[in-house]
């Protein structure tokens, strides 16, 4: 694809203006229709230039999620990448989006703050380019023919075989644990949000297991997100705040602008937020949390590498293993970005490979073993 062509769709021309400015600073992307109308954007769905859609939670015509439900009813969909307002209302609509089909979001950018602008476009970039080098395996996805629900068909035989098969028993699956679970550590990148709010629904607190979540956001857009996705969970969802104490059914996000790990004080489990340098070029970084959790946890950690891209999480999670925690990785084909736990499969420190939507059952499963012993 030598060019990504880009629809944008946004009620604000304000907006809309700095969205189609920020796209067009960028080489090889091109947006070909800037518009506040959501039924011109469906119409324009199926143009054979077309590639990805950024859309706002407010366009004319329709809502945001009225504009999805449609587009399931078109042939040849495209990637759609939210734009999220700093309201609870825009979030709360993002969040149905993700669960409509689209891949991930970027905050609303205000034309008035040039650090926010520039930010926002830093974030922008990083999506759009690893969106358009994943944009085959995403129209697999969007049409149905490699759902996350299917076991993978592409390379799945390859990639399964540079799993770690010490724990596995004959059926490719973990068939005994040493020692009890008691955390549960998710690292991702693009693609998180909507991964995060398909499948954290699905523990009740009666599961109880406590989950540190490093899912890189925009530092401003980490409490709406957090408050919303709250909605839908029976578990608690926080913010991680500073040596605030880990407790059961408890979901703990890292903060968007600091290091989230843990400590262990007076035989309490503590969170740890701090303000440093970027590890492994990302703050928050996952290799700080997994590092930290070997320390602290160890053995009694369960520890995901999902949808995202680059190296980080992929030294942490070695040293986890080598710990003996237990490290699994979402299958590839169900990732909206394959990239990381590709890297961490290929450098033969998973366990298990599990697909999307298969990983609240199996992390209930492997909790289940555990306490089995």
Partial sequence: MTETN?????????????LTKMTERLSGFKVILSTADGQLGLENIQN??????????????MSCTDFLQKMTEIENCVPVLMVAPYSDRGMTQVIEALRLGAVDFIPE?????????????????????????????????????????????IKKKSMRSLVDKTKLSKTGKIAEMSSDVKIIAMGLS??????????????????????????????????LFVKNLAKSCDYNVLEAVHHTEILPSTIYLAPGNKQMGVIKCDKKYLIETTYTDKISEQVPSID??????ADVYGEHTIA??????????????RLLKSKGAVTLAQESQSCAVPE??????????????????????RLKELVRLSRSK
């Fill in 304 to 317: 995901l590498l999902m949808t995202g891209y680059g190296k980080d999480g992929v030294s942490g999670m």
């Fill in 6 to 18: 880009i629809i944008i769709i946004e009620q604000d021309s304000s907006i809309r203006a700095v």
């Fill in 288 to 293: 700080y949390l997994f590092r930290s959790l």
């Fill in 340 to 361: 990381k736990s590709q890297i961490a499969v290929e450098q033969k420190i998973v366990d298990e490979i599990v697909p999307g939507n298969l990983l609240p059952k």
């Fill in 109 to 153: 950018p205000k034309d008035t703050i040039a650090d926010d602008i520039e930010n926002i476009f830093r974030e922008l970039k990083i999506k759009l380019e690893i969106l358009s080098r994943n944009y085959k395996l995403l129209l697999l996805q969007i049409s149905g023919k490699q759902s996350l629900s299917n076991e993978p068909k």
């Fill in 48 to 61: 054979d230039n077309l590639h990805l859609i950024m859309l706002s939670t407010r366009i004319q015509g």
């Fill in 190 to 223: 693009i693609g998180g949000p909507k991964l995060l709010v398909e499948i954290l629904p699905s523990f009740k607190k009666r599961f109880a297991i406590p989950f540190l979540i490093v899912q890189q956001l925009n530092k401003n857009i980490v409490k």
